[in-house]
């Protein structure tokens, strides 16, 4: 039996770590949650010397706080308490270890005395009567709010479950979204969401084994308001998501990351939303063309052509055993080609040198255009 292309794993991650209060059932609640959140949060800029660390007594266990330039104290998220130990060089591992009181001083000597006062950037969120430090960044740190993602996901895409893009199925049967199954995740840190349209399949001659198939658009998105995470969207062919959202015969996967730099909210508005919209709306027949057009072009020489594009013999022979062991054949055509540096770019463990290659495998398919 024919084992299938190596499958995508991100959504797999999330769905085996997030807890229930971190999956939601539809981009609605998702936005909701988000545009609550953001309406009750407060950024700004604050010099480094007037953060203060301090030993928080609440009658069970003592906490650590951050007193801010007005005297008020607040609690540090656990990424928070990373960010404010890297700002004043300690291990974070290291203070969670120690007594409230001492790890106070060790901040408080970081952010004092051994580095020079500079600005940070604080996000504050209020709960109640109780507020959260959130982050602590740079001051030119590029927020992009997380209700802006979804907002912009929804006005495209709807409730993400009854829509044409949606909550992936499992082996491509649609399912009833729940807190099992779902895509849709979201922490006091981060957001991650897979969508696909399985109903408008595109077919392909000779898929694999030489038998047509069908192959589902898909993709996911991924964000922080806090520094954990880029701003991210990943575009994606694909045969079917299983049980544990394992993305199964992906192809044409391509990328696009924005780091959260002052700019990053104006490409936000210019690129990754623009890009998702064109993707959505994109005919399957064009996409049916090219990749057709790509199996028919073949390759006399395989070395020469990778060498072309920078890869070393080594890695040229890698891409062509990788191709082998997971379809089955040896590479011939432009299709296989983009196939087998994708499936070998997901083994390099380097996020910047993944995405390159990634970006060859989509130019090699384009050259069939």
């Known amino acids: 039996m024919h084992t299938l292309t190596a499958p995508l794993t991100q959504a797999s991650r999330q769905w085996a770590t997030r807890p229930d209060d971190e999956r939601f059932t539809s981009l609605l609640d998702m936005r909701d949650h988000f545009e609550a959140l953001r309406a009750n949060s407060r950024a700004g800029v604050v010099p480094s010397r007037q953060l203060r660390a301090l030993a928080g007594d609440d009658s069970e266990h003592k906490s650590l706080l951050i007193q801010g330039p007005q005297g008020n104290a607040v ?7 990373g960010q404010l130990a890297a700002l004043a060089g300690a291990p974070a591992g290291y203070l969670r270890s120690l007594p409230a009181e001492l790890a106070a001083d060790n901040l408080n000597y970081g952010l004092h005395v051994q580095r020079d006062d500079a600005p940070v950037g604080v996000l504050l969120t209020r709960s109640g009567d109780a507020a959260t430090l959130r982050a602590a960044t740079g001051p030119n740190y590029g927020r992009v709010w997380n209700s802006d993602v979804t907002r912009a996901l929804v006005d495209r895409f709807g409730d993400g479950v009854t829509g044409d893009f949606r909550v992936p199925g499992e082996f491509g049967q ?64 694909f045969d079917y998501a299983c049980k544990n959202r394992m993305v199964w015969g992906p192809a044409e996967y391509r990328e696009l990351r924005v ?73 011939e055509s432009l299709w296989d ?20 290659l990634e970006r060859v495998a989509g130019k090699v398919l384009d050259m069939a255009a």
Not at 75 to 81: G, L, M, V
Not at 285 to 290: E, H, L, M
Request: proline share 4%.
């Open 259 to 331: 780091r959260h730099t002052v700019t990053a909210p104006d490409r936000f508005v210019r690129e990754v939303t623009p890009a998702l919209l064109e993707y959505s709306r994109s005919a399957t027949a064009p996409i049916v063309a090219q990749l057709t057009a790509a199996q028919a072009r073949k390759v006399d020489d395989l070395d020469a052509f990778l060498k072309a594009r920078k890869f070393t013999s080594a890695q040229s022979e890698a891409i062509q055993k990788i191709h082998v062991a997971e379809e089955g054949r040896p590479m």
């Open 337 to 356: 080609i983009s196939t087998g540096i994708t499936a070998y770019a997901r083994g390099n463990a380097h996020q910047n040198e993944r995405v390159a």
């Open 174 to 237: 649609r399912v009833t979204v729940d807190k099992g199954n779902t895509t849709l995740y979201a922490s006091d840190r981060d957001m991650f969401i897979f969508l696909a349209d399985e109903d408008h399949r595109i077919e392909l001659p000779n898929r694999r084994d030489g038998k047509t198939g069908t192959l589902a658009r898909g993709f996911f998105v991924w964000n922080s308001e806090v520094g954990d995470a880029t701003l991210g969207v990943a575009m994606f062919l």
């Open 75 to 81: 609690a540090p998220t656990h990424y928070a308490f």
